[in-house]
């Protein structure tokens, strides 16, 4: 058995020698003397550690098998402070080569030098930080009445960030970078679009569970658009009952859904034009229906509904996420008006705000 091992080690070490793609990190911990001199840093691949090493005077030195498409941890594991406190914590794209790393534990600022793909996603992270400081300063001189402006000022900048994003994606299609930009704008892209961008990139982008599901979400969400028929999930009642969508859609009213959860702050502040368009139009050919989701057991959504008033119907799904997966929804509140046969006649922004009450009342009286 032991000379088992020790052949296997000797073909790892030739492997190594033979030139295997490496990363290597160079650390240096700038304030040295807020580190215990007991302590480890670690080099980790998720919950997997590839590399540890004890800081020496200042400076560490970890290794691991390169893959650009990766983002590798480099933490400092204090006993007295979360490991994954981000003063210690620091993503590092796994490129090939030395990647010279400093560390200022005070502040929990890094500096990283002698990686191309970890400047980029830096410059990157600097051109849409500057780009939001810009919208930040324009929005602040408007009027407070001047939502048209406003609108138009965020959408401008959004689409900034994107042309920036895909030109960053175009530059960086098999590595780390491309599936970080694509996160930075993944809910502004259409399904053809994000489609297409997954279309160069490596497969690891598409692969992805975050960005996997968001596509799937597109998905769904096009397969629920305006003009398509309802489709159905089940729930509980407030009191317990068993109850479906189907109870409620398809059965010869207008039916305005709102998607909702007791901890979602935008939800509660829509919650006002619910109400006003609930006690106005509901009847024999109107009514109101939320859908609380991502609440656990429901406890808070009971709570909820008696501290603001929401007398309408409700179906509660808790933690199940069928019900949003079926009609693509990432946020909420989300908004769809049903019309009397149950086909999805509206959804989404258009159906939210101040004006929500109007545009319900000539949908329906249209």
């Keep these: 058995m032991k000379k ?46 590839l590399d540890s090493t004890a800081v020496v005077d200042g400076h ?12 590798y941890g480099i933490v400092a594991n204090f006993r007295d402070r979360s490991p994954r406190d981000r003063n210690w914590n620091y993503g590092l794209v796994a490129e090939k080569g030395t990647s010279l790393v400093t560390f200022a534990l005070a502040s929990g600022k890094c500096s990283v030098s002698g990686s191309p793909i970890n400047q980029t996603m830096s410059d990157l992270n600097d051109q849409i930080g500057a780009l939001y400081l810009e919208y930040r300063q324009n929005a602040s001189q408007l009027a ?28 960086n299609r098999h590595n780390y970078v491309a599936r970080y930009a694509l996160q930075n704008i993944i809910y502004d892209l259409s399904l053809e679009e994000l ?11 598409a ?4 960005i996997a599901r968001i596509r799937n979400c597109k998905v769904a969400e096009k397969e629920t658009a305006e003009s398509k028929p309802f489709v159905d999930f089940a729930g509980k009642t407030p009191d317990g009952a068993d ?14 859904t709102d998607f909702w959860a007791s901890w979602c702050g935008p939800c509660m502040r829509e919650i006002p ?57 990432t946020g909420i509140p989300t908004m769809i008006l049903f019309a009397p046969d149950g086909t999805i006649y509206k959804r989404g922004e258009g159906l939210r705000g101040e004006k929500m009450m109007e545009t319900v009342r000539d949908i329906i009286n249209q």
Aim: proline content about 3%.
């Design 144 to 171: 407070d009445d001047a939502g048209e402006e406003a609108e138009a000022l965020y959408e401008e900048t959004m689409g900034k960030i994107k042309d920036l994003c895909l030109k960053t994606i175009d530059r």
């Design 4 to 49: 088992i091992f020790y052949s296997l080690a000797a073909v790892l070490t030739l492997a190594v020698a033979c030139g295997q793609d490496t990363l290597t990190v160079k650390g240096t911990i700038a304030d040295g003397e807020s580190f215990p001199e007991d302590q480890l840093v670690y080099l980790v691949d998720g919950n997997t550690v």
């Design 207 to 210: 692969e992805d569970e975050s």
């Design 195 to 205: 489609d297409g961008v997954l279309a160069k990139c490596g497969k690891f982008v």
């Design 243 to 256: 109850i479906k969508l189907s109870d409620i859609v398809g059965q010869g009213r207008w039916v305005l």
């Design 60 to 71: 560490f030195e970890l290794t691991a098998p390169a893959n650009p498409e990766k983002v």
């Design 273 to 329: 034009n619910i109400k006003k368009t609930h006690n106005t139009l509901s009847g024999d050919k109107f009514t109101v229906l939320g859908v609380a989701v991502w609440d656990g057991d429901n406890s808070a959504s009971v709570k909820k509904m008696a501290e603001m008033e929401m007398t309408w119907p409700q179906i509660f799904v808790g933690d199940d996420h069928n019900p949003t997966d079926l009609y693509g929804i």
